[in-house]
């Protein structure tokens, strides 16, 4: 699997089936390598893979992030097989933990060490490869990676790691700790509009959910950030970070640090200026490949 120099995240539960089809026709028409789709309160993620990729030809279409505590290693393994099988291996199976919140309380799982729990599920990945005859060698699997010990993980054990809710400089933290193994993809959350009190109102309503979750501030401690930027709806700073805003030519050249830090793909999360629902696509068609 080559991952393409820019890809497309955008959350989909909020989308219905014709507009999943419009999604993915237009990301692919647009030159976006790769569209990477999350699994958060509605779809489930091979379902939602499946039916993405029918409705593009060439598209890479990735999870970004399947919960493994959602399905056994088996079930993981078979959805993997099935997508790539059918759909001349244009899929990517990215695999989290999650957050205890919502593993504990939505789920009714006991929320485990992450970098052991992820160990062992690969381990157990691994061994249904070789159980059902397949190579495991020819997986496409990335892991959610912040923190060195899963990064060095994902490098490890998977094509690569998938840092979310970043700064430029996390693309050589994690390159450093995978010691040049894997692929370094990174998110990043861009607003198309030039008003700082648009961007920065429309940034709170995109960071909202993440404010309160230790395995987000935590890292962003590791970028330079303190307690009081991730407190009281997040700094100005904070919000100017994780959601770049400005015309296109800022945003591009913004962009391009994650490429000088040695991403290997940027995937970009267009934030409608107007902080409503969706996917900006004045930004996806301004900053197109």
Known sequence: MQFGKYGVFTFTDIMNGAQLAELAGRVESLGYSTLWYPEAFNYETFALGGYLL??????????????????????SVM??????DLYGGRFVLGLGVSHAPLVSDLRGHEYGQPVKTMRNYLDAMDASWKALGRDSAAKQVVLA??????????????????????????????RDSMGGKGAVICEQKVCLTTDPV????????????????????????????????????????????MVLWGDA???????????????DQVVIQPIRPDGQPGPDWAALEALAP
């Open 54 to 75: 029918s409705h593009s030809k060439n598209l890479v279409v990735a999870s970004g992030i399947a919960n493994i505590y959602a399905r056994d290693p088996s079930a």
């Open 249 to 263: 030519a800022t945003i591009k050249a913004k962009l391009n640090e994650y490429f000088e830090h040695g991403a």
């Open 198 to 241: 648009a961007a920065r109102a429309a940034a709170r309503a995109a960071l909202g959910p993440y404010l309160p979750l230790p395995n987000y501030y935590n890292n962003w401690y590791r970028l330079g950030f303190t307690e009081a930027d991730h407190q009281n709806g997040g700094s100005d700073r904070l919000m100017d970070a």
């Open 145 to 174: 990676a912040l923190g060195p010990n899963m990064s060095k993980l994902s490098a490890d054990r998977t094509l690569g790691a998938f840092p979310y809710n970043i700064t430029p400089p996390q693309a050589k933290l994690s």
């Open 79 to 84: 959805g993997h097989n099935s997508l790539n």
